[in-house]
């Protein structure tokens, strides 16, 4: 009896054990599981709420720039409309720049005289009112310069400043060849009509027929061949 009464009691002592553990982990279980929810619910409110008042801001700042922008198109407009009626004082056409340094002069016939060199050759020029003949040296410009490209290489300083045709242009050159001598001649008819009407000075700049070219041959050096090449080599 003793032994049967104490397998009865730890029976029910084990059974009591053991719903007790049972409820209490299912409480806690329970808890947990609420305690989840929650946070999990108001992560998800607080993020939609963040997105929601995120994309409110963005929109309500695309708008007001939309209505700024609109707004100074409309202004930039008015004032292209208000500028555009003509009113105020007409803009004073700007003076020609006129030369530091003339090389050419007049002498007391008033003919212009210039002179220019390239390379090895040197043209004195001279250059007064006439109907637009030349004369090179005794011959025509065609005669001397047979070759199109020198005829208007020469030509150009006098189409620069729409002279072609008003002036009668003399010329006297020597050294060099057909190249140099029609540099030459392009720098003095340049220099010649600086000094007729200085107001020529920046047409005739901004074509660079007023610089002088300075490129020349170079010299032969001892011991070499030409400027820089060299005999041949012989090492015994």
């Known amino acids: 009896e003793s032994a ?3 397998s009865e009691e730890s029976a029910e002592e084990s059974a009591e054990e053991s719903a007790e553990e049972s409820a ?5 279980e329970s808890a947990e599981e609420s305690a989840e929810e929650s946070t999990e619910e108001s992560t998800e409110e607080s993020a939609e709420e963040s997105t929601e008042e995120s994309t409110e801001e963005s929109a309500e700042e695309s708008t007001e720039e939309s209505t700024e922008e609109s707004g100074t198109g409309e202004d930039e407009a008015d004032g292209a409309s208000e500028l555009t009626l ?3 004082e007409p803009e004073e056409p700007r ?3 006129r030369p530091a340094l003339i090389r050419g002069k007049i002498d007391r016939h008033g003919v212009a005289i210039g002179t220019g060199r390239r390379k090895t050759s040197v043209a004195r020029v001279r250059i007064k009112d006439g109907d637009g003949g030349m004369e090179i040296n005794g011959r025509s410009l065609e005669e001397y ?6 005829q208007l290489v020469v030509q150009a300083p006098l189409k620069a400043t729409e002279t072609l045709g008003d002036v009668d242009v003399w010329v006297r050159v020597n050294g060099g060849g057909t ?9 003095g008819i340049a220099r010649a009509l600086q000094a007729r009407n200085p107001d020529l000075h920046e047409a005739l700049s901004d074509g660079g027929y007023l ?7 170079e010299r032969k050096k001892y011991g070499y061949k030409k400027a820089r090449k060299s005999f041949q080599f012989s090492k015994r």
């Open 4 to 6: 049967e009464e104490s």
């Open 179 to 187: 190249t140099g001598q029609a540099g030459a001649i392009v720098l």
């Open 145 to 150: 310069f047979q070759i199109e490209r020198d």
């Open 95 to 97: 003076a020609p720049r």
């Open 86 to 88: 003509g009113e105020g």
């Open 211 to 217: 610089t002088r070219d300075g490129r020349m041959v």
């Open 24 to 28: 209490e982990e299912s409480a806690e």
